[in-house]
C-alpha cells in the first residue's frame, strides 16, 4: 500500500471515530461533478450527515502546505457544492495558507508528535501484545477405503498433499481444541500441550481416491509477541495544544497498525502484513490493555493471508478404513511429507 493511501485510510478511520455512526464517512469517495455529471471527481474521504457534505482532502509531505494548495480547495469546494472541505496534511501548514484556510473557511488539521513528557500526561498508552501457537511433532494420518491403498502412489500423494489448501483446515480444528484449555493463565506459560482430532475434509481426495477421515496430532504451546509503540500523535487543529486536540493516534512496530482514541472510545486497527511468522506457528490472537478503560468502537484486522500456517515437514500414516475405523493415525505406512 502507498504511504499517501495508508495515511488517507488512517484519517478515515479517526473521523469514522469522531463523527460517530450517524455520519457516512468514504474513503476514497466519487462524486458527480454538477458541471458535468458524467466525470465523477475523486475525494480522498467524504462525510455526510443529515444532507450536508464535507470534503477531506490529505496530503503526506515533508514540506508544510502552502498557500497554492488552500486555493485549490476553495476552488473545488465551489465547484462541487459542498457544505465544508477539511484540509489534513502530515507535516502542518505555512503561516499563509493558515491565513488563506481561515478567510475562507478552510478547516486545517494536523498531526503533532507528542513528547514523553505529554505522553505521561495524558496516561493512557496502550499495550499490545500478539498471540502464537507454536506446533510440533505433527502427524498426519489419512484413513482410506481398503480398495484405495494399492492405488496410492508415494511421490503423487507427498506433492498433493503439499499443495493442499484444506491442511489449513487441520491447524484450525486443533486451535479450537486447544483454546478450551487456558493458555493464558500465568500457570500455563510455556507449558507444551498435546492434541489429537479427527475430522472428514470435505472433497479430500489423494492420488484420485477418498480419503475416509483424517487424523491430526501434535504439541503445542502458546508464545506471546509484544508490540512496541514508538510514537504518539494528535489529530486536531495546528494551533490547538496537544492535549485539547480531537484524537490521539498511537502507531506501532508492525505495518500500519495503530489505535486512534477518543478520550476512552478507540478504533483498532491491527495489521500483520508484514509479521514474521515462524514455521509451524499460528497467529491466534491480539489483547489490548490499558491502565484506563477503553470503549472499542471497531476493530479491523488487514493482512488475513498471514493467518495461514507456514509448512513444513510432518509425518504421515496411511491406514485402511477396515483396520481402525476409530483413529486414522493407526497406520500401516509412514511417509514424510514437507505441506
Same mark, same amino acid.
Given at each position: 500500500?502507498?504511504?499517501?493511501?495508508?495515511?488517507?485510510?488512517?484519517?478515515? *478511520?479517526?473521523?469514522?471515530?469522531?463523527?460517530?455512526?450517524?455520519?457516512?464517512?468514504?474513503?476514497?469517495?466519487? /462524486?458527480?461533478?454538477?458541471?458535468?455529471?458524467?466525470?465523477?471527481?475523486?475525494?480522498?474521504?467524504?462525510?455526510? *450527515?443529515?444532507?450536508?457534505?464535507?470534503?477531506?482532502?490529505?496530503?503526506?509531505?515533508?514540506?508544510?502546505?502552502?498557500?497554492?494548495?488552500?486555493?485549490?480547495?476553495?476552488?473545488?469546494?465551489?465547484?462541487?457544492?459542498?457544505?465544508?472541505?477539511?484540509?489534513?496534511?502530515?507535516?502542518?501548514?505555512?503561516?499563509?495558507?493558515?491565513?488563506?484556510?481561515?478567510?475562507?473557511?478552510?478547516?486545517?488539521?494536523?498531526?503533532?508528535?507528542?513528547?514523553?513528557?505529554?505522553?505521561?500526561?495524558?496516561?493512557?498508552?496502550?499495550?499490545?501484545?500478539?498471540?502464537?501457537?507454536?506446533?510440533?511433532?505433527?502427524?498426519?494420518?489419512?484413513?482410506?477405503?481398503?480398495?484405495?491403498?494399492?492405488?496410492?502412489?508415494?511421490?503423487?500423494?507427498?506433492?498433493?498433499?503439499?499443495?493442499?489448501?484444506?491442511?489449513?483446515?487441520?491447524?484450525?480444528?486443533?486451535?479450537?481444541?486447544?483454546?478450551?484449555?487456558?493458555?493464558?493463565?500465568?500457570?500455563?506459560?510455556?507449558?507444551?500441550?498435546?492434541?489429537?482430532?479427527?475430522?472428514?475434509?470435505?472433497?479430500?481426495?489423494?492420488?484420485?481416491?477418498?480419503?475416509?477421515?483424517?487424523?491430526?496430532?501434535?504439541?503445542?504451546?502458546?508464545?506471546?509477541?509484544?508490540?512496541?509503540?514508538?510514537?504518539?500523535?494528535?489529530?486536531?487543529?495546528?494551533?490547538?495544544?496537544?492535549?485539547?486536540?480531537?484524537?490521539?493516534?498511537?502507531?506501532?512496530?508492525?505495518?500500519?497498525?495503530?489505535?486512534?482514541?477518543?478520550?476512552?472510545?478507540?478504533?483498532?486497527?491491527?495489521?500483520?502484513?508484514?509479521?514474521? /511468522?515462524?514455521?509451524?506457528?499460528?497467529?491466534?490472537?491480539?489483547?489490548?490493555?490499558?491502565?484506563?478503560?477503553?470503549?472499542?468502537?471497531?476493530?479491523?484486522?488487514?493482512?488475513?493471508?498471514?493467518?495461514?500456517?507456514?509448512?513444513?515437514?510432518?509425518? /504421515?500414516?496411511?491406514?485402511?478404513?477396515?483396520?481402525?475405523?476409530?483413529?486414522?493415525?493407526?497406520?500401516?505406512?509412514?511417509?514424510?511429507?514437507?505441506?
Amino acid at each position: 500500500m502507498k504511504a499517501s493511501e495508508a495515511f488517507e485510510q488512517q484519517i478515515h *478511520r479517526i473521523h469514522e471515530l469522531l463523527d460517530g455512526s450517524d455520519a457516512d464517512v468514504t474513503w476514497n469517495d466519487r /462524486i458527480p461533478d454538477p458541471d458535468n455529471l458524467a466525470q465523477p471527481r475523486q475525494i480522498d474521504i467524504t462525510i455526510r *450527515r443529515d444532507g450536508k457534505l464535507t470534503i477531506v482532502e490529505c496530503r503526506i509531505h515533508k514540506a508544510r502546505q502552502q498557500v497554492k494548495w488552500i486555493e485549490e480547495l476553495i476552488g473545488r469546494r465551489q465547484s462541487l457544492a459542498a457544505d465544508a472541505t477539511i484540509a489534513v496534511s502530515s507535516s502542518g501548514f505555512t503561516k499563509g495558507a493558515l491565513a488563506k484556510a481561515k478567510r475562507y473557511g478552510i478547516l486545517v488539521r494536523d498531526l503533532r508528535e507528542l513528547t514523553d513528557q505529554e505522553i505521561e500526561s495524558w496516561g493512557r498508552l496502550v499495550e499490545l501484545t500478539l498471540y502464537f501457537y507454536q506446533y510440533s511433532d505433527l502427524e498426519i494420518g489419512l484413513l482410506f477405503n481398503a480398495h484405495s491403498i494399492p492405488k496410492l502412489d508415494d511421490s503423487l500423494l507427498k506433492a498433493e498433499m503439499k499443495s493442499y489448501p484444506g491442511i489449513q483446515s487441520l491447524f484450525n480444528a486443533a486451535a479450537q481444541e486447544l483454546g478450551t484449555i487456558n493458555l493464558l493463565d500465568p500457570k500455563q506459560s510455556n507449558v507444551v500441550v498435546k492434541f489429537n482430532i479427527q475430522c472428514r475434509l470435505e472433497d479430500f481426495r489423494l492420488c484420485g481416491e477418498d480419503v475416509v477421515e483424517v487424523g491430526f496430532r501434535g504439541s503445542a504451546r502458546l508464545l506471546s509477541k509484544k508490540i512496541m509503540s514508538p510514537a504518539v500523535f494528535t489529530y486536531g487543529v495546528p494551533s490547538t495544544s496537544a492535549m485539547q486536540r480531537d484524537a490521539v493516534i498511537e502507531r506501532f512496530e508492525l505495518g500500519e497498525t495503530s489505535i486512534i482514541h477518543d478520550a476512552a472510545r478507540v478504533s483498532i486497527l491491527l495489521d500483520v502484513s508484514r509479521l514474521e /511468522i515462524p514455521r509451524f506457528c499460528q497467529f491466534r490472537f491480539a489483547r489490548v490493555s490499558s491502565p484506563e478503560q477503553m470503549d472499542i468502537q471497531s476493530f479491523a484486522l488487514q493482512g488475513v493471508d498471514k493467518l495461514w500456517v507456514p509448512g513444513g515437514r510432518m509425518k /504421515i500414516r496411511i491406514a485402511m478404513a477396515s483396520e481402525s475405523h476409530n483413529s486414522a493415525l493407526q497406520g500401516t505406512r509412514d511417509e514424510a511429507a514437507r505441506t
